[in-house]
C-alpha cells in the first residue's frame, strides 16, 4: 500500500516578509486560493491517505487546510523542531509500518511546483515498481538552466530501464559547477522526492544510522497524541543527527537509484524561482498588485493593498506586506536568509508573525503599535474559547465590537455585548469565549512594559498548548 508523506516542516527564509516562521511558504496562497501545501496533497496519486510532518507551531495550519480542501490524513507528526529529513522520514516510516507492514513510502517536499501532473504520476510509478524490489528511488529533474539553489544528483548514464544509479550528491554548487552540470546528461537536479518500502528503509537505516532509528523510535512511542496528532518527545527527538537523507543514506547505500522526473519541476525555494515560476509581461516583469511600473525590466514586485509605483528599474524585487517592506536584487535574492538571520538577532516580530496570525479558536490581526501598546482586531469562531491565561507586563481592554462574548475575570464570568468593554489588569487571571453560533468580534487594547506575543502564561487550553 501506497502511503504518500509530506514534510512540511520547513521555515521559508528566502522567502520573507510574506514567509514567517509561524506561517511558513508551504501555508501561503500566493496568487489562488490553494497553498503549497494543499497543492501538493492534491497532485498526489490515489492512495492512502497522507502522513505529515511538520513544526509543531503549524499543527493547525495543517488541520485547517486539510478541511478546506476536504482531505484527511493518516496521522499528523509534529517535531518539536527540525532535525533535517533524515530524522523526519524515519518516524514517518515508523508510522507507516503501524498502519500497513508492507507499506511503500512516497516522500514529498510541501513546497514543489510540479508540470505535468500525468507525467509525474507514470514516474511515480515506475519508481513504485523499483521500491517494490528493494530500491531506495530518488527522483531527478533535467537542469533548466545552471540553478545555484539547488542540490545535484550525479549518475550514471541512463540504462535500458529507464533508472540510473547515483554516484553522490552535491550541494547548491557555485555558478561555474552549475553551468558543467546543466550541460552535462548525468546530472539532474535533486527533487527531494523518493520512495521506499518502509522496511527496507527501516532496515537501511539501523545499518548506517542506528541512533537516529532509536531516537525516533523511541521518540514516537512517547508521543502525546491528540486526535490525528502525534507530538514527539522532545527530549528523545533532541538526539537526532541534523543530517539530510541524502547524506545519512542515499549516497552510502549500493541500493539507490534515481527516476527521472519528465516534468517541470520547481522548488520554490526564493524570490527569484518565484518569479522563474510564473508568466511575466512583455518586459520580463511579474507583478501581483496594485502595481504601476514605468520603464521596469526583469524584476518582481508584489504588493499588498497600497500602489506601488516603480520606474527606471531593472532586476528588482519589491515585496510589501501590511507590516514590512522588503527591497533587493532579485538575481541576489538567496542573500535573504542573511537577512532574517541578522533580524532574528534583534527578535523582531515580523519575522515569527504576520499581521494577521491564526489561532485554533480563530485569529488576530494586528491593527497598530508603537512602544508600549498594541491594538488588536481578534475574530473568536463560534463554540471557541481562547486559553485560560494571564500576563506579567501588560493589561488588556477588550471591547466587543459584534457578537456576545463571555469573560472569565479571576472568579467572576461576564457577558458583553456589542459596545461593552471590560478591563484585564496585569497579572489577572483571564479568558474570552464565545459561546453562541455566530463570530465573536473584539479590539484588544494592550498597554505595558511588553505587548510581545511571549508574555502570556496559559493555565487551561483546549488546544494542548501547555
Not at 516522500?107 to 531506495?136: C, P, R, T, V
Not at 522588503?326 to 532574528?344: C, D, F, G, P, Y
Not at 486559553?387 to 488588556?396: A, I, P, T, Y
Not at 484585564?424 to 464565545?434: A, D, M, T, V, Y
Request: overall charge negative; aromatic content about 10%; proline content about 3%.
Amino acid at each position: 500500500m501506497l502511503y504518500p508523506v509530506i514534510l512540511a516542516g520547513g521555515s521559508g527564509t528566502r522567502l520573507w516578509p510574506l514567509s514567517r516562521r509561524f506561517k511558513p511558504k508551504q501555508f501561503i496562497a500566493f496568487e489562488n486560493n490553494l497553498s503549497l501545501f494543499q497543492e501538493t496533497i492534491l497532485r498526489i496519486p490515489d492512495c492512502e491517505d497522507p502522513i505529515i510532518v511538520c513544526n509543531q507551531n503549524h499543527r493547525f495550519h495543517v488541520s485547517d487546510q486539510l478541511q478546506e480542501i476536504k482531505k484527511t490524513s493518516n496521522g499528523v507528526i509534529l517535531e518539536p523542531f527540525s532535525k533535517n529529513t533524515t530524522a523526519a522520514i524515519t518516524v514517518s516510516a515508523i508510522r507507516a509500518l503501524d498502519l500497513c507492514e508492507e507499506s511503500v513510502l512516497l516522500i514529498l517536499s510541501s513546497d514543489h511546483l510540479i508540470g505535468d501532473i500525468k507525467q509525474f504520476h507514470n514516474s511515480i510509478k515506475l519508481g513504485y515498481e523499483l521500491a517494490l524490489d528493494n530500491k531506495l528511488v530518488a527522483f531527478g529533474a533535467h537542469p533548466e538552466n545552471p540553478e545555484t539553489g539547488y542540490g545535484y544528483i550525479n549518475c550514471e548514464p541512463d540504462n535500458k530501464e529507464n533508472f540510473s544509479k547515483i554516484k553522490k550528491f552535491i550541494e547548491k554548487p557555485d555558478l561555474k559547477h552549475a553551468k558543467v552540470f546543466c550541460n552535462s546528461k548525468d546530472f539532474f537536479w535533486n527533487c527531494g522526492i523518493f520512495m521506499f518500502k518502509a522496511d527496507f528503509f527501516i532496515d537501511q537505516i539501523k545499518n548506517y544510522e542506528r541512533l537516529i532509528y532509536e531516537n525516533c523510535k523511541d521518540a514516537y512511542a512517547k508521543s502525546i497524541i491528540d486526535g490525528s496528532f502525534y507530538m514527539l518527545n522532545e527530549e528523545s527527538y533532541s538526539l537526532n543527527k541534523n543530517i539530510s537523507i541524502d547524506y545519512a543514506l542515499m549516497e552510502r547505500t549500493s541500493e539507490a537509484c534515481m527516476v527521472k522526473l519528465n516534468t517541470q519541476w520547481q522548488d520554490v525555494g526564493s524570490w527569484e524561482s518565484f518569479w522563474k515560476s510564473k508568466h511575466k509581461n512583455k518586459d520580463l516583469n511579474y507583478l501581483q498588485g496594485n502595481i504601476y511600473t514605468q520603464n521596469v525590466q526583469d524584476s518582481l514586485i508584489y504588493g499588498s493593498k497600497k500602489l506601488i509605483a516603480a520606474s527606471d528599474l531593472e532586476d528588482i524585487l519589491v515585496i510589501d506586506t501590511d507590516d514590512a517592506l522588503l527591497v533587493a536584487r532579485k538575481s541576489e535574492s538567496q542573500n535573504i536568509k542573511s537577512i532574517v538571520e541578522n533580524l532574528s538577532i534583534e527578535n523582531k516580530d515580523e519575522l515569527l508573525f504576520h499581521s494577521r496570525v491564526t489561532r485554533p479558536w480563530g485569529y488576530f490581526q494586528t491593527l497598530d503599535f508603537a512602544e508600549g501598546y498594541k491594538v488588536k482586531r481578534l475574530i473568536i469562531n463560534s463554540m471557541s474559547k481562547i486559553s485560560l491565561q494571564k500576563h506579567n507586563f501588560r493589561s488588556e481592554h477588550w471591547v466587543v465590537i459584534r457578537g456576545e462574548a463571555s469573560v472569565t475575570l479571576e472568579k467572576e464570568i461576564f457577558k458583553l455585548s456589542q459596545n461593552e468593554s471590560i478591563f484585564i489588569p496585569i497579572g489577572k487571571i483571564h479568558r474570552l469565549e464565545n459561546k453562541t453560533n455566530e463570530i465573536l468580534e473584539i479590539i484588544e487594547v494592550q498597554t505595558g512594559m511588553r505587548v510581545d506575543e511571549d508574555d502570556i502564561e496559559r493555565l487551561e487550553d483546549d488546544y494542548q498548548r501547555i
